[in-house]
């Protein structure tokens, strides 16, 4: 019998047997911009040899060229936080928003549940501008928490305006730019992602969401978090990481007094600040039953427990389980790692039949939305003929289940963005 048999039926009822699903801090809005060598002329910058001399946010139009300038020449993502009003001013004048699109976690895991028969999904979003809300589907089972209880984005939103904005910089392959008078060509399709978001940046939750929650705690049955790649070691105002993560922790904490049944899924997303990294490791691994993540990810994480991420990177499963189980502790029984080609879930005490067919229900999709842009569920049976390279395996170490998951991939995808957020999501919620 295949890992993949009756897994699509399996998934709907299971959805439809939901109950509600919440999710928290990250959602944003995107603005698309085409990089236009033209317009931008010559630069007169040094260019960056590797990461090292990278600042690790963007102080100021230069740090913005050096970033820009990194990806385009090496054909690699990168992805920094704006740390200036100044420098956002000056982005907005000099590209203007671009083409605007749904984006951040927590809004990218929304897209990709609701087409599923979910009964509520719950997205945390704040501040509920009109421009925000447009851009999420018209789905009768998508939520936010507004004046008046549940309600569509649409019908809550308050005012207007773009008060945070995660420019995606493309460029492709093939494409020049001039730097100190020589001219450079982009070896790879590529993106430069600057993000400013100073009004989330404290991943602090916000009323009406967070009475709302704690008050219907009884209803929902599985919470996503995710947006800690946004924070700061420090803020202006003395408040340090740990404290804002202790915040958070309370607000858990108050949910969990309501509903113990209730599980919590971490998604770790690229969280480039170490301190920052470092206190979600230390502070909420151990208090999440969940955990998803891929390899870039954990690699870093291997590296802040002192062991080489090379061999992550390099898809090494015996490092990659080993990784896992020193970070195993605590409430944390479940761990999703994705790569393309596999995944490798880490379990102790669940239901083993159900999660091996969420992870196959994710792969579906996955593939599918790789394939076409978007989840339809009427075209997940042709993702079924997609030939898996990788064998299963499953094996048992110091009382962790390992379970080696080979994924569909389609070989043309039309996106990839997002796809991290719809594996995690769905192996996690159906599981
Ligand atoms: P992140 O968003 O966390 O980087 O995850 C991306 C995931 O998308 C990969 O781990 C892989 O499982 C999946 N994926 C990619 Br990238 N390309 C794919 C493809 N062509 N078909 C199916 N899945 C793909």
Redesign the pocket.
């Known amino acids: 019998m295949s890992l993949y048999d009756g897994v699509i039926d399996w998934g709907i009822k299971r959805a439809q047997n939901s109950k509600m699903i919440a999710l928290g801090f990250h959602s944003v809005i995107d603005g698309l911009v085409k990089v236009d060598s033209q317009k931008i002329g010559n630069l007169d910058i040094p260019i960056p040899r590797d990461l090292s001399e990278i600042p690790d946010s963007i102080k100021c139009a230069e740090d913005f060229w050096k970033g820009l300038i990194f990806s385009f020449v090496n054909g690699s993502a990168l992805q920094l936080m704006i740390g200036s009003k100044e420098v956002y001013e000056w982005i907005m004048k000099t590209f203007g928003t671009g083409t605007l699109r749904l984006g951040g976690t927590s809004a990218n895991m929304a897209k990709g549940l609701v087409p599923f028969p979910f009964e509520k999904i719950l997205v945390y979003v704040y501040p509920l501008k009109k421009e925000i809300a447009t851009l999420f589907p018209n789905s009768k089972n998508l939520f936010v928490v507004g004046k008046k209880g549940l309600d569509h984005p649409i019908n809550a939103y308050d005012g207007e305006g773009i008060d945070a904005i995660h420019w995606i910089f493309e460029f492709s392959e093939g494409q020049s730019i001039t730097i100190n008078g020589k001219t450079y060509t982009c070896p790879r399709s590529n993106r430069f992602i600057a993000s400013w978001n100073p009004v989330n940046s404290k991943l602090e939750v916000r009323d009406p969401f967070k009475s709302y929650v704690i008050d219907h705690a009884e209803e929902i049955s599985h919470f996503l978090v995710s947006g800690f790649h946004i924070m700061q070691d420090i803020y202006p105002d003395g408040e340090t990481i740990e404290d804002r993560i202790d915040e958070l922790l309370k607000f858990i904490k108050a949910v969990k007094d309501k509903n113990s049944k209730m599980k919590f899924h971490l998604e770790f997303a690229s969280i480039r600040r170490d301190r920052v990294r470092k206190a979600v490791e230390e502070k909420l691994f151990s208090r999440f039953d969940s955990l998803g993540l ?1 390899e870039v990810e954990l690699s870093w994480i291997a590296r802040d427990m002192g062991y080489d991420g090379k061999d992550i990177l390099n898809l090494d499963v015996e490092r990659i389980s080993r990784v896992i189980s020193k970070i195993m502790k605590g409430n944390l029984s479940r761990v999703h790692f ?3 080609g596999f995944y490798l879930l880490a379990l102790r005490n669940y239901d083993l039949e159900s999660q091996k067919k969420a992870l196959a229900f994710a792969s579906l999709a ?2 599918q939305r ?1 394939m076409d842009g978007e989840i339809n569920l009427e075209r997940f049976k042709y993702m079924l003929d997609v030939p898996e390279k990788y064998d299963y395996k499953e094996w048992e170490e110091k009382g962790i289940h390992f379970v080696l998951f080979p ?4 070989p043309y ?1 039309k996106i ?1 963005v ?4 719809t ?1 995690s999501s769905l192996g996690f919620v159906l599981g």
């Open positions: 891929n994705h790569a393309l996955a593939a790789a994924t569909k991939v389609v995808p990839t997002g796809l991290g957020d594996i």
